[in-house]
């Protein structure tokens, strides 16, 4: 899997938490909270959350049909990265319809 870095979209390990990487720090990184808006309390509240690098994953948006997910298929091409995709380049490959 590729490292992390900032501005990578992330999901918190068993949690249901998914955001941006905006700073890294040795192995931790501070995301931007898609839900921050739920739980800021104060205008003095950035949104961010600080995690382990160890406690995130990647999440990936597939080029080809927007599916966003972290199953990730590196076999038939770098750039296709959702299960459903890879099924269909296999039928375009091999010649089913």
Same mark, same amino acid.
């Given at each position: 899997?590729?490292?992390?870095?900032?501005?990578?979209? @992330?999901?918190?390990?068993?949690?249901?938490?998914?955001?941006?990487?905006?700073?890294?720090?040795?192995?931790?990184?501070?995301?931007?909270?898609?839900?921050?808006?739920?739980?800021?309390?104060?205008?003095?509240?950035?949104?961010?959350?600080?995690?382990?690098?160890?406690?995130?994953?990647?999440?990936?948006?597939?080029?080809?049909?927007?599916?966003?997910?972290?199953? @990730?298929?590196?076999? @038939?091409?770098?750039?296709?990265?959702?299960?459903?995709?890879?099924?269909?380049?296999?039928?375009?490959?091999?010649?089913?319809?």
């Amino acid at each position: 899997m590729p490292e992390l870095k900032i501005g990578d979209r @992330v999901k918190v390990i068993d949690q249901d938490i998914w955001g941006e990487i905006v700073s890294m720090n040795h192995a931790y990184a501070s995301i931007l909270d898609d839900d921050r808006r739920e739980w800021m309390d104060s205008s003095e509240d950035d949104g961010t959350l600080e995690y382990r690098l160890s406690d995130l994953e990647a999440q990936y948006k597939c080029s080809l049909c927007e599916h966003e997910g972290h199953d @990730v298929c590196w076999i @038939v091409e770098p750039d296709i990265k959702c299960w459903c995709c890879v099924e269909t380049i296999k039928q375009i490959l091999m010649g089913d319809d």
